[in-house]
């Protein structure tokens, strides 16, 4: 007989906010050949001669303002969700919660599931969009241990949900307390990737970054390309909250030097709005599910610092989904949807 469970994989936190700790995570995250898309040897020479030199000092310092008594925020909301979502769906599956780099490891909980005698679980990746860095990056490494501990274990992966009518629902849920407020604006904004990326992604060659218009140009391209989806996912619920095209727009955070990113940029759109007029901002940031280093220390802290020092009035981050109860429902759904085509 089948026994189902549910496997939630978020993108992980150092263990703590020592620097060995943070360097630690760093090698991990940014050794991946699907983040820094560069041959081996070059990778490992830019790791280990030059980002691992200075940054785990100062991502140490950023981790710090962000971090909790309980520990990393990413975390300890992850585990809340995986508690809600058990909780809602009693003994009907059990719920996994794995990080894609740190702890618990994805190597780590797929040996849990083989000493559970798990025959069927559902793969939940916790990015409702395609990248190559992130949601696929997940997909891939979860595949390589099942592959290597459990050749037997079937796999059913939950596809990006950028553009689902519930996730839409649950996000709208989430920042209609905060759209109910006086403002002058809402900024979407998404992590950045660099534009080669998406050309990376597109299997066509002919699509991405090629054809004018290329995000609103239908296309199979669209599958697997990033902007193309947040874009959807911005259209989507600026439909669902009656938005018109003057009261929100889209930037992309995070990115690195070296080449060309998505833009336009966050930090610089937080530093222009004031000057066109608006003074009270609410920014958004549908990429990540959860409230994390990229959402709390940069956007709700640096950018705050970057909005209100540019003659900004008011400035509100609307929260990530986080263990929200409409984002648990959309999660119970999917589970239950999965569950019944399982015919338990």
Avoid at 40 to 55: D, F, N, P, Y
Wanted: charged share 20%.
């Amino acid at each position: 007989m089948s026994k189902c469970a549910v496997l939630l994989v978020n993108l992980g936190s150092p263990d703590s906010t020592a620097v060995p700790d943070v360097r630690r995570y760093l090698r991990e995250f940014l050794g991946d050949e699907r983040v820094l898309d560069l041959p081996a040897a070059l990778r490992w020479a830019l790791l280990e001669g030059i980002i691992l030199r200075t940054r785990p000092k100062k991502s140490a310092h950023a981790y710090a303002q962000i971090w909790t008594p309980a520990g990393s925020p990413l975390l300890v909301t992850s585990r809340s969700v995986q508690a809600k979502l058990t909780t809602v769906l009693g003994d009907t599956a059990p719920v996994y919660l794995a990080m894609r780099y740190g702890n618990p490891s994805i190597a780590s909980v797929v040996g849990a599931l083989v000493r559970d005698g798990i025959t069927q679980v559902l793969l939940f990746p916790q990015y409702p969009h395609y990248a190559m860095s992130s949601w696929e990056t997940v997909v891939v490494r979860v595949r390589e241990e099942v592959t290597r501990q459990a050749p037997g274990l079937k796999v059913t992966t939950v596809q990006p949900f950028f553009a689902d009518a519930d996730y839409i629902d649950a996000l709208h849920a989430v920042a209609a307390p905060y759209l109910a407020q006086p403002h002058d604006h809402l900024l979407f904004s998404y992590h950045g990737i660099p534009e080669r990326h998406l050309r990376k992604a597109d299997s066509s060659r002919a699509h991405c970054t090629i054809v004018p218009d290329c995000c609103t140009t239908c296309s199979p391209a669209h599958a697997t390309c990033y902007k193309a989806q947040v874009l959807a996912t911005t259209r989507a619920f600026a439909a669902r909250a009656s938005l018109t095209s003057a009261m929100h727009s889209v930037s992309f955070q995070s990115r690195l030097a070296g080449e060309p990113w998505l833009t336009p940029f966050t930090d610089q759109v937080l530093a222009q709005l004031p000057g066109q007029g608006i003074k009270k901002l609410l920014i958004i940031c549908p990429a990540f599910t959860t409230d994390c280093l990229e959402t709390l220390e940069e956007v709700q802290q640096q950018g705050r610092e970057t909005f209100l020092g540019a003659g900004g009035e008011s400035f509100q981050q609307i929260p990530c989904l986080n263990d929200h109860k409409a984002y648990i429902h959309f999660l119970a759904n999917r589970v239950r949807k999965w569950l019944d085509q399982n015919a338990l």
